[in-house]
């Protein structure tokens, strides 16, 4: 069982920074490509940001292509969702989720709110 906590979320201007967490608990953490999705209202579950189980390779959504970066820390059992440049459209619910190699999301966060002002 993994169990995944988000954190970092908030309210910030057009053009300012965020930086969220997920930092799990429970089986290994390095088994598990680590996922950032994001939910709109009124819209659908989207795909923002994948990270490979050693942090060697790394997808993004074109939208945050060149503002936002995954990254993540094994030993602190943690992975990253450094938001630069953030934009209005950026606003949504951030969740992060543990993806086996089967390509099955076993685990979800419970997500946090991010918030951006125009």
């Known amino acids: 069982q993994v169990h995944l906590v988000e ?13 969220l967490s997920c930092t799990a608990s429970g ?11 994001r939910q709109a209202p009124g819209k659908e579950r989207e795909f923002v940001a994948e990270i490979s189980r050693y942090g ?3 997808l ?6 060149g503002r936002f970066t995954i990254s993540r820390d094994n030993a602190k059992n943690t992975v990253y969702l450094e ?21 099955q999301y076993d685990y979800w966060g419970q997500g946090t709110q991010v918030t951006v002002s125009s």
């Open 60 to 65: 993004y959504t074109n939208a945050v292509k």
């Open 83 to 103: 938001m630069n440049s953030l934009k209005p459209e950026d606003t949504a619910v951030y969740y992060c989720a543990a993806k086996t190699q089967f390509g």
């Open 27 to 37: 089986r290994t953490f390095s088994t598990y490509a680590l996922v950032w999705f």
């Open 7 to 19: 954190s970092g979320g908030g309210l910030v201007q057009a053009g300012g920074s965020l930086r």
């Open 56 to 58: 060697s390779g790394t």
